[in-house]
Each structure stands twice: as structure tokens, then as C-alpha cells.
T-cell receptor, first 113, second 114 residues
Framework: EPEVTQTPSHQVTQMGQEVILRCVPI?????FYWYRQILGQKVEFLVS????????KSEIFDDQFSVERPDGSNFTLKIRSTKLEDSAMYFC???????????FGPGTRLTVT | AQSVTQLGSHVSVSEGALVLLRCNYS??????LFWYVQYPNQGLQLLLK??????LVKGINGFEAEFKKSETSFHLTKPSAHMSDAAEYFCAVTPEAGGFKTIFGAGTRLFVKA
């Protein structure tokens, strides 16, 4: 069964460093998403991406964040200068149509020290 | 604005007992509704979805949910709990129009006692 994969599973970085979180969505899906879940809190939407551009983003997704689909399979989330409060689990998701169910990856746990 | 409220951050049931996890949504138009389950240290797995077809939706692992427009509810049930059902459950909504994001409730942790 096709699944969304994410790498790395755990990333530790120092405050102020740049990180890139990588995702491989399900191959025939056209819509891609990033969410985050701070420990003990709800899952929060960050950004959606369709047709090589951002279709929607939340207030969390400020200028420190960017997304890219560098090739036909990868979807990345970059945080330019990490802050302590960026520590969270980051989930990638994909769907075949807008508003349809989203399939989530296992997540990347980001720890900023 | 769309929102999702899950009543009860923790629910504890005995093995074999009925599971009822409550979810209410706010929406000016019928949304798409989902239940996801998250096992420890894992991602989110779709249990079931409502997309304006049948109001009683059956999902995986014996779970089902009923969409009640008059009550703006989408409660999740399972007739008989199993130890393997212990996990965090999230109700989520995708608005009818104007975006693709999914809005999640705060989650309900289900404990199953032997």
C-alpha cells in the first residue's frame, strides 16, 4: 500500500541553524501539506501546496518557513533560522484531490537546543 | 471560522465496553469530517470520513461515526473496545470552500482497561 515517507525521523539542531525536513508524498497525489504538533498539543496546519505553489498557509508559516518540490517526488519544508519554539513533530501529508482525505507520514521530530 | 471541539481529553473504558468519543464542529456549511488515530510515536492514520453521502460512516477496526447536522456532531463509536484501541483520536474538519487545510480537534486519549 502506498504511503507517505519522511526523513529524518528525528533531527536535533541548534537555535539559529537552518533545517530541511523531507517528505516523499504518495506518487499520484497532487496536493501536499505540512502540519506540526508541539508536544501535548493539537495538530496545527502550516501550509498546503498545489501546482508548484502555496495554496494556503497559516499565521504560523512566517518568513522563516518555506516549502519546495525540487523534483517529481520530494516535498521539503525549510526553516531558515530555528527557534526553541520550533521544537515539534512535523507531519507531511498528501491527497489526490483538494478536500479529500489526507494521508500522513510518520513525522519528523525536530528538537531545537 | 471553522473549529472542532472534542469533549474529554481522556476517556477510559473497560475491554469489551462501548467506546464513545465526542466531536462537535462549527461550520456555516456542511464540511468534510474525519477521524484520525495516532498510536504512540506514530503518524496519523485515517479511521473514517464523511463527505456528504451517507450520514452513518463505517471505518476501519470496527469504528463508525454518525453525522448529525442538527447537533453539529460527528461522534465516534465502537461497540466493543479492544486493548489495541488504546491511542489518541483526533476529529478533523475540512471546510466546504475556501481552502484545503484540515483543522484538528485537541484530541482524546483512549485508555482501555483489562
Amino acid at each position: 500500500e502506498p504511503e507517505v515517507t519522511q526523513t529524518p525521523s528525528h533531527q536535533v539542531t541548534q537555535m539559529g541553524q537552518e533545517v530541511i525536513l523531507r517528505c516523499v508524498p504518495i506518487s499520484n497525489h497532487l496536493y501536499f501539506y505540512w502540519y506540526r504538533q508541539i508536544l501535548g498539543q493539537k495538530v496545527e496546519f502550516l501550509v498546503s501546496f498545489y501546482n508548484n505553489e502555496i495554496s494556503e498557509k497559516s499565521e504560523i508559516f512566517d518568513d522563516q518557513f518555506s516549502v519546495e518540490r525540487p523534483d517529481g517526488s520530494n516535498f521539503t519544508l525549510k526553516i531558515r533560522s530555528t527557534k526553541l519554539e520550533d521544537s515539534a513533530m512535523y507531519f507531511c501529508a498528501s491527497s489526490d484531490r483538494g478536500r479529500n482525505e489526507q494521508y500522513f507520514g510518520p513525522g519528523t521530530r525536530l528538537t531545537v537546543t | 471560522a471553522q473549529s472542532v471541539t472534542q469533549l474529554g481529553s481522556h476517556v477510559s473504558v473497560s475491554e469489551g465496553a462501548l467506546v464513545l468519543l465526542r466531536c462537535n464542529y462549527s461550520s456555516s456549511v456542511p464540511p468534510y469530517l474525519f477521524w484520525y488515530v495516532q498510536y504512540p510515536n506514530q503518524g496519523l492514520q485515517l479511521l473514517l470520513k464523511y463527505t456528504s453521502a451517507a450520514t452513518l460512516v463505517k471505518g476501519i477496526n470496527g469504528f463508525e461515526a454518525e453525522f448529525k447536522k442538527s447537533e453539529t456532531s460527528f461522534h465516534l463509536t465502537k461497540p466493543s473496545a479492544h486493548m489495541s484501541d488504546a491511542a489518541e483520536y483526533f476529529c478533523a474538519v475540512t471546510p466546504e470552500a475556501g481552502g484545503f487545510k484540515t483543522i484538528f480537534g485537541a484530541g482524546t486519549r483512549l485508555f482501555v482497561k483489562a
